[in-house]
């Protein structure tokens, strides 16, 4: 696991200046690979997937050839396997971070019907899955083609199950931890065919 800091810790109110702190240290991050063949990596957090005014991150020259996933990219080729145009966000972000997050996804051709900011007092990983649940709930009139929730720091399994179950729908629920596990079980799978795993 990657020794960052982390929301959790820091408590900060501004999603930005987190994110760009947690950009800043992913060279360190990357030196505690060192020694291992690794074939991707993925930048488990959403957020910092799409900040705008990132800071130029120096890579080490021997991870520049490994295949690079970020959390966004990850959702987008989820979204685009869903064929979906028209999406529901929901994300424990401040208005700044998701409004970055509905113009970038509205540069792919996704349209954001709905952006929903989930509230927390303290941190991300307190928000509970019945309050993600309710959340739903009260905007599921919202005519969309998905449903994504957005943060990968955001607990969205049972929400998901609960949707499914509760509601009978085939609209695609996605996450940004879903998408990041069937994005590297796609990449997998071509991996496979092709005979390099």
């Keep these: ?13 501004n999603d930005l200046k987190l994110t760009l702190m947690m950009l800043q240290y992913i060279p360190d991050a990357l030196s505690q690979f060192d020694g291992l063949n690794l074939q991707v990596i993925v930048l488990g957090c959403t957020s910092a997937s799409f900040a705008a005014n990132r800071p130029n991150i120096n890579i080490p020259e021997r991870y520049q050839y490994v295949k690079f996933i970020s959390t ?18 929901f994300a424990p972000y ?21 952006s929903v900011s989930l509230n927390y007092v303290d941190e991300i990983r307190y928000i509970g899955e019945e ?9 599921r009139s919202v ?5 994504l929730f957005s943060c990968t720091a955001l607990y969205t399994l049972k929400v998901i ?5 509760e509601l009978d729908t085939n609209i695609p629920l996605l996450s940004s931890n879903t998408s990041i596990a069937n994005t590297l079980n796609d990449l997998y ?9």
């Excluded at 987008?76 to 529901?88: L, P, R």
């Excluded at 401040?94 to 709905?114: C, M, P």
């Design 143 to 147: 005519e969309c083609d998905a449903v």
């Design 72 to 89: 966004f990219d990850a959702i987008i080729a989820q979204i685009k396997k869903t064929a979906a145009q028209n999406i529901m966000l």
């Design 189 to 197: 799978q071509n991996y496979s065919r092709q005979g390099n795993y």
């Design 131 to 139: 309050q993600t649940y309710r959340y739903f709930l009260k905007m």
């Design 1 to 13: 696991m990657l020794k960052m800091p982390c929301a959790w810790h820091l408590n900060l109110k």
């Design 94 to 114: 401040d208005q700044y971070t998701i409004n970055a997050e509905v113009e970038l996804l509205n540069s792919y051709g996704i349209n954001v019907a709905k």
């Design 161 to 165: 199950r609960w949707i499914k179950a």
